[in-house]
């Protein structure tokens, strides 16, 4: 019975977003890739109607443009940090732990570690200053 409720969720679900099983199967396969290889799988891709492609890259392209945004608020904030250390304050600044910080950035967790010192020194922060809420006070 629990399976038959399972697989009527799953139904439900598809029905929904107006995909098939092997299309949401390749959408999360491509959505959770490790490496660039996955996410340009021609066979994955091929499994996605053009429908979903295209909201697919329009999302892509809007998310682009917000971290682009934010970026160059960052930059107007602080001037003296380098992009990378930017991308690491963006990332830390929205609440991400240093291990999400280093897997959304696809770095090491000991180098965003140094980043983050890196960051600290150059706003002036003592290792008990909360950088977060550093980086949110400044914020206009």
Same mark, same amino acid.
Do not use: W
């Given at each position: 019975?629990?399976?038959?409720?399972?697989?009527? +969720?799953?139904?439900?679900?598809?029905?929904?977003?107006?995909?098939?099983? +092997?299309?949401?199967?390749?959408?999360?396969?491509?959505?959770?890739?490790?490496?660039?290889?996955?996410?340009?799988?021609?066979?994955?891709?091929?499994?996605?109607?053009?429908?979903?492609?295209?909201?697919?890259?329009?999302?892509?392209?809007?998310?682009?443009?917000?971290?682009?945004?934010?970026?160059?608020?960052?930059?107007?904030?602080?001037?003296?940090?380098?992009?990378?250390?930017?991308?690491?304050?963006?990332?830390?600044?929205?609440?991400?732990?240093?291990?999400?910080?280093?897997?959304?950035?696809?770095?090491?967790?000991?180098?965003?570690?140094?980043?983050?010192?890196?960051?600290?020194?150059?706003?002036?922060? +003592?290792?008990?200053?909360?950088?977060?809420?550093?980086?949110?006070?400044?914020?206009?």
């Amino acid at each position: 019975m629990e399976l038959n409720d399972y697989a009527n +969720t799953i139904d439900q679900i598809l029905h929904m977003f107006g995909m098939t099983k +092997t299309e949401l199967m390749a959408l999360l396969k491509l959505a959770k890739a490790k490496n660039a290889d996955t996410v340009y799988d021609k066979e994955l891709m091929e499994q996605l109607d053009h429908k979903t492609l295209r909201n697919i890259i329009k999302v892509a392209n809007q998310i682009e443009h917000l971290q682009a945004c934010h970026r160059k608020d960052m930059h107007e904030r602080f001037p003296m940090l380098t992009p990378a250390e930017l991308d690491v304050c963006r990332l830390v600044e929205q609440g991400l732990t240093l291990k999400e910080v280093a897997n959304a950035l696809d770095k090491s967790v000991s180098n965003v570690s140094t980043v983050r010192g890196n960051i600290r020194k150059k706003l002036g922060l +003592t290792q008990d200053d909360d950088l977060r809420r550093a980086l949110l006070d400044n914020k206009s």
